[in-house]
T-cell receptor, first 113, second 112 residues
């Protein structure tokens, strides 16, 4: 199966700082990247969709200036949480898609103090 | 009302029992249906993918789709303690490549 990595797997940061999460598709090229957020004991909620080289499309209620998505190549996408606050603490999961198959990364747990 | 409803559980069964999971949905545009397994603090793992009404079997897993009732099910036969996880249904209006709408997930505990 396809291999997807996320880095870091776990990060703790102070309120007001920015955190960058990387998502890499190691053995395939992802034409589309979905970013999800999952709060404890809740399901995955789509945050945004991006295509390589294009601006991301954000879901309603997700601040595009707070959650910066860069999909610069077919194997790398980044999500930057800017000026993080405790309410941004969550599990962030990327989902690269290739040839009508959708895969999920292992997730990044963000804790904002 | 959520687009996809799923009982959160927890669902506790003895080892070897059949686990029965289901989701209901309201959006008739959904045509593709998936079941994912998610272990604690891990990303979801695809178990089953169906796009037509009826049954699909893969090893110990059977997925059922009833589009007329907007109801999907997942059955796990001969359950094992390693099946203990959260199971998420997901659906989309097109094949993979389109965004997924997830159910809330059902936590399953298989007791040895």
């Amino acid at each position: 199966g396809a291999v997807v990595s996320q880095h870091p797997s776990w990060v703790i940061c102070k309120s007001g700082t920015s955190v960058k999460i990387e998502c890499r598709s190691l053995d395939f090229q992802a034409t589309t990247m979905f970013w999800y957020r999952q709060f404890p004991k809740q399901s995955l909620m789509l945050m945004a969709t991006s295509n390589e080289g294009s601006k991301a499309t954000y879901e309603q209620g997700v601040e595009k200036d707070k959650f910066l998505i860069n999909h610069a190549s077919l194997t790398l996408s980044t999500l930057t949480v800017t000026s993080a606050h405790p309410e941004d603490s969550s599990f962030y999961i990327c989902s690269p898609t290739s040839q009508n198959e959708q895969f999920f990364g292992p997730g990044t747990r963000l804790t904002v103090l | 009302q959520k687009e996809v409803e799923q009982d959160p559980g927890p669902l506790s069964v003895p080892e070897g029992a059949i686990v029965s999971l289901n989701c209901t949905y309201s959006n008739s545009a959904f045509q593709y249906f998936m079941w994912y397994r998610q272990y604690s603090r891990k990303g979801p793992e695809l178990l089953m993918y169906t796009y037509s009404s009826g049954n699909k079997e893969d090893g110990r897993f059977t997925a059922q789709v009833d589009k007329s009732s907007k109801y999907i099910s997942l059955f796990i036969r001969d359950s094992q303690p390693s099946d203990s996880a959260t199971y998420l249904c997901a659906m989309s209006g097109r094949a993979a490549g389109n965004k997924l709408t997830f159910g809330g997930g059902t936590r399953v505990l298989v007791k040895p």
